[in-house]
């Protein structure tokens, strides 16, 4: 049975993209590989695990987001990314009607013919007069969640300069401190220290709250190695809240 996501992950997904906006440039060319020296190059580390060719700034392709609750119930997301054109896409199932949500070079667009709609839902659904400012948010919480740790390089941000080695999901791993030049929410990344695959995440709001993001199986796709599934859980990193199964598909 689909369901549709809850208020407060909504809430939650929505408050994380502003964030994420600040990450939508272009991404420096990596240094070659070494032993990582600071937060920075940790990230370089991963990413160059993750993208060992580069190519993230310019990723394109269509990716299908299932998510479960604990309870069993579910709802998909369709996604299509196409980085280099700036160009994205997202439909979803809402009161049993296609949700269809589009950004292209000439803006932002939506259609959804569920003739029993009410103003606040095509407003918050990106059909009134300023669909972007729904839509772009979506888009750039896609594009960030599955393109970490590459889009951690693509802005100014500061970093924890002392990395600590900390437990994440029961495995030793380097956690790196990244703070938002704008915003309210401090990222920490999980990254094993001799693979240096990114094995969680965590965020962190201004009043304390969060939560923790583990990557529990990967999958190779085009040039890259890409998350398969990732848990949602509270900062307890026991309470979990969504498990998003992530399929790519070939173009």
Same mark, same amino acid.
């Given at each position: 049975m689909n369901r549709q996501p809850s208020i407060q992950h909504l809430l939650s997904y929505l408050a994380l993209a502003v964030a994420m906006a600040v990450f939508m440039s272009?991404?420096?060319?990596?240094?070659? =590989? $070494?032993?990582? +020296?600071?937060?920075?190059?940790?990230?370089?580390a991963s990413a160059r695990y993750h993208d060992p060719e580069s190519r993230w700034q310019a990723f394109s392709g269509a990716f299908e987001v299932k998510s479960i609750f604990p309870s069993g119930g579910n709802y998909t997301n369709e996604i299509y990314l196409n980085r280099a054109l700036d160009t994205f896409s997202r439909t979803?199932? &809402?009161? $049993?009607? =296609?949700?269809?949500?589009?950004?292209? =070079?000439?803006?932002?667009? @939506?259609?959804?013919? +569920?003739?029993?709609?009410?103003?606040?839902?095509?407003? +918050? +659904?990106?059909l009134s007069e300023d669909p972007c400012g729904n839509i772009l948010p979506r888009r750039d919480y896609y594009d960030f969640l599955v393109g970490i740790p590459m889009v951690a390089l693509e802005d100014d941000i500061?970093?924890?300069?002392?990395? /600590?080695?900390? /437990? @994440? !999901?029961?495995?030793?791993?380097?956690?790196? *401190?990244? %703070?938002?030049? #704008?915003? &309210?929410i401090v990222w920490y990344l999980y990254i094993h220290p001799r693979t240096y695959r990114l094995r @969680? @995440?965590? !965020?962190?709001?201004?009043?304390?709250? $969060? *939560?923790?993001?583990?990557?529990s199986? /990967? #999958?190779?796709?085009? !040039?890259? #190695?890409?998350?398969?599934?990732?848990?949602?859980?509270?900062?307890? $990193?026991? %309470?979990?809240?969504? %498990?998003?199964?992530?399929r790519w598909k070939t173009p």
């Open positions: 272009c991404q420096e060319e990596l240094p070659k =590989p $070494g032993e990582p +020296n600071g937060a920075r190059e940790w990230i370089e979803i199932e &809402s009161a $049993g009607y =296609p949700l269809v949500q589009v950004v292209g =070079p000439s803006g932002c667009s @939506a259609t959804w013919p +569920n003739p029993d709609a009410t103003e606040a839902q095509l407003r +918050n +659904n990106g500061s970093f924890r300069q002392n990395p /600590d080695l900390v /437990d @994440a !999901f029961g495995v030793a791993c380097v956690e790196i *401190e990244l %703070t938002f030049t #704008t915003g &309210s @969680a @995440a965590k !965020f962190v709001r201004n009043g304390g709250s $969060g *939560e923790w993001l583990y990557y199986s /990967d #999958t190779s796709h085009q !040039f890259y #190695t890409l998350k398969q599934t990732q848990e949602w859980y509270q900062l307890d $990193g026991i %309470t979990k809240i969504i %498990t998003d199964e992530i």
